[in-house]
């Protein structure tokens, strides 16, 4: 069965420094998406990353990368120059169906990333 | 864009009394819609798949019968929460896929308190 786990319930970074944030997944698809989202404190759900797994290059959203290691199954999110609006709980998700991507998520159990002025 | 809403953003009933939540994809139609479930400081579960003109489908241990899902047209899905009990009580989201896109687009939520 497919799972995502996230294994920092909490972690907190200096404003305008640099924060990873884990994620591991289990998969037996070969093609498959992963995404990152950010829930603040709204919790609207926001899309911050997406990562197809056919790509060896790893995906860049501005101050958002991610790292993206296949054979370990291993999905980290690196979040360069804090921003105090980035405090948020972040999700990562797999989506059920790999590459035909049914649409139907598998979250992570959420990382809620403090930022200090 | 792609932008989901939902209705009510939040709603107070007594227990065992019904609550409809709506989920409309505002600006593209959409075949499919999940609803999720959240409680407080945890994640998301998917619910429930909900298809245009034909029945939902629901996750291992989600009750069809107490989460009734409606998916009339290709903008909007409902969720009625039936006969509901102090434990219903969650902030429930709904997401849609627009055609061509391979990111889900999630409503605000609805945050639901059963007294």
């Known amino acids: 069965a497919q799972t995502v786990t996230q294994s920092q319930p909490e972690m907190s970074v200096q404003e305008a420094e640099t924060v990873t944030l884990s994620c591991t997944y289990d998969t037996s698809e070969s093609d498959y998406y992963l995404f990152w989202y950010k829930q603040p404190p709204s919790r609207q759900m926001i899309l911050v990353i997406r990562?197809?797994?056919?790509?060896?290059q790893n995906a860049t959203e501005n101050r958002f990368s991610v790292n993206f290691q296949k054979a370990a199954k291993s999905f980290s999110l690196k979040i360069s120059d804090s921003q105090l609006g980035d405090a948020a709980m972040y999700f990562c998700?797999?989506?059920?169906?790999?590459?035909?991507?049914?649409?139907?998520?598998?979250f992570g159990q959420g990382t809620t990333l403090q930022v200090k002025p | 864009g792609a932008v989901v809403s939902q209705h009510p953003s939040r709603v107070i009933c007594k227990s065992g009394t019904s609550v409809k939540i709506e989920c409309r994809s505002l600006d593209f139609q959409a075949t499919t819609m999940f609803w999720y479930r959240q409680f407080p400081k945890q994640s998301l579960m998917l619910m429930a798949t909900s298809n245009e003109g034909s029945k939902a489908t629901y996750e291992q241990g989600v009750e069809k019968d107490k989460f009734l899902i409606n998916h009339a047209s290709l903008t909007l899905s409902t969720l009625t929460v039936t006969s509901a009990h102090p434990e219903d009580s969650s902030f429930y989201i709904c997401?849609?896929?627009?055609?061509?896109?391979?990111?889900?687009?999630f409503g605000p939520g609805t945050r639901l308190t059963v007294l």
């Open positions: 997401s849609a896929q627009k055609p061509g896109r391979n990111e889900q687009f």
């Open positions: 998700a797999y989506p059920l169906g790999g590459s035909s991507n049914t649409g139907k998520l598998i």
């Open positions: 990562q197809e797994a056919y790509k060896q």
